[in-house]
């Protein structure tokens, strides 16, 4: 049995998405504040997901 918090679950839009992966493949000129506001979630998070993207781990 899993003791602690659930893991979290983003329900993202289709934008949400393209902005993560242009900010990931570094297209954009939104800076990493400006995509945390964005998305609404924390900055180790949005680095979590960056790793995941980046490892293919990440189905998005």
Not at 35 to 43: H, P, Q, W
Request: aromatic share 6%.
């Amino acid at each position: 049995e899993v003791v602690g918090r659930k893991k979290a679950s983003h329900s993202f839009r289709k934008e949400d998405i393209e902005l993560l992966k242009n900010w990931i493949d570094k297209t954009t000129e939104l800076t990493t504040n400006q995509v945390l506001k964005a998305l609404d979630i924390s900055r180790p998070t949005l680095y979590k997901l960056k790793k995941e993207y980046l490892n293919g781990e990440l189905k998005i």
